[in-house]
């Protein structure tokens, strides 16, 4: 007996369709997940008040809102230092990074800890606080003595010379620009600028400025690069750029991970840090939470956060001080006021200090890393 199936009589043609109705109809599918998803968002943006232009935002008690869309989740910025109180100290553990954010981030700074969270992540922020815990080791009192000694004002004179070469006329954002650099890569990894490039990082700072700006502009401007990368030149270039300055990391990493223990244990630098911890950590359960690949992550972290944002608060503290000949006398005498501070391991007599709040985020660029959540809240509302 002769037994035919469906198949048997069905033509190419046919076959073709079922197959595209099969793929329309799992498109359609997702994509009405996806908006479902987006509306939700949206619903829960709606009700929250806020002005559409930054110039708003005191007025509107340092709230603005960035519209949610299609393409994008939405965003909230804050400014007022109740709202950075209650995120960074009172509600600390149910505020984490987005998705979107550690997705923009994640290009330039890989695993490192901005772009892994410190609650309700997969490992519960084991990574986060392991990265927090022996990156705080460098910022002791003792070694910012070394490091106002040995670092802060030996680049200081050298820019200070560069100013006086220029007749007293300079632009500060450059002047900073330099002066972080040089300081950030000696206390990230122990090594001059020098070393790494005979132009004092001139061949991949432009890199480094161009991938911050990016990683900002996918926020705020293009959220779309998410599905449109594939056609769009800036993403090209972040990868080439972001190779760049990987590729400095490398160089700069290799030797540092063939150094013995007991040359590492003389170093205070982060770098030096990071990489007795991976050792502490090598046969055991925690062996690939700090690999080669992270530590390099982290350095770049250290590297380019560090820089641009020391940079910035320098030039933007100049500009400030050059407004306020006042402060500029307050300011003046603290720091000879330094000369005569004993400085010890709790750092008490320091914490007296009334610009404590500008040294520390000179020091290390963000709150959260320095700082226990809920001093970093209250030391941002008494600042």
Not at 152 to 161: G, T
Not at 227 to 244: A, G
Not at 343 to 357: C, F, H, L, S, T
Request: charged fraction near 20%; proline fraction near 3%; aromatic fraction near 10%.
């Amino acid at each position: 007996m002769l037994v035919l199936s469906p198949f048997d009589h069905a033509t190419g043609a046919q076959l073709a369709g079922a197959v595209a109705a099969v793929a329309l109809t799992s498109t359609l599918v997702a994509v009405v997940r996806v908006v479902r998803r987006k509306m939700r968002v949206m619903k829960g943006l709606a009700p929250i008040p806020g002005p559409a232009g930054e110039r708003l935002m005191v007025q509107y008690g340092g709230r603005i809102k960035i519209p949610a869309s299609i393409l994008t989740d939405g965003q909230i910025m804050l400014a007022s230092a109740e709202d950075v109180q209650h995120i960074l100290s009172t509600k600390f553990e149910n505020y984490i990074k987005s998705d979107t954010m550690m997705d923009a981030f994640r290009t330039l700074f890989g695993n490192s800890f901005l772009c892994v969270n410190h609650a309700h992540s997969a490992d519960g922020g084991a990574m986060w606080r392991l990265q927090r815990k022996v990156a705080s080791r460098v910022f002791t009192t003792s070694n910012f003595k070394v490091f106002t000694q040995e670092l802060f004002l030996k680049y200081a004179h050298e820019m200070m010379d560069v100013v006086a070469a220029q007749g007293g006329r300079c632009n500060m954002s450059d002047i900073s620009t330099h002066y972080t650099l040089r300081t950030i890569f000696d206390i990230t990894c122990g090594v001059s600028v020098k070393e790494v490039d005979a132009a004092l990082g001139l061949s991949f700072m432009h890199c480094m400025t161009y991938a911050v700006n990016n990683i900002v502009d996918r926020l705020i401007k293009r959220p779309y690069y998410r599905y449109l990368w594939w056609c769009m030149p800036s993403e090209y270039r972040l990868r080439r750029d972001v190779r760049v300055v990987q590729d400095v990391a490398d160089w700069v990493l290799r030797p540092r991970l063939a150094e013995s223990d007991e040359a590492l244990a003389k170093r205070s630098d982060i770098l030096s840090l990071f990489i007795r911890k991976a050792r502490e950590l090598e046969g055991g359960e925690g062996a690939t939470v700090l690999d080669a690949k992270t530590l390099r992550d982290v350095f770049v972290t250290f590297i380019v956060t560090g820089w641009d944002s020391t940079a910035s608060f320098i030039t933007y503290l100049s500009y400030v001080l050059a407004q306020y000949p006042h402060v500029q006398q307050k300011v003046y005498d603290e720091v000879r006021g330094l000369e005569s501070i004993s400085y010890d391991d709790n750092g008490e007599q320091v914490a007296d200090r009334p610009y404590k709040m500008a040294t520390i985020l000179l020091m290390d660029g963000g709150l959260p890393l320095q700082m226990t959540p809920r001093e970093a809240g209250a030391t941002a509302r008494a600042g």
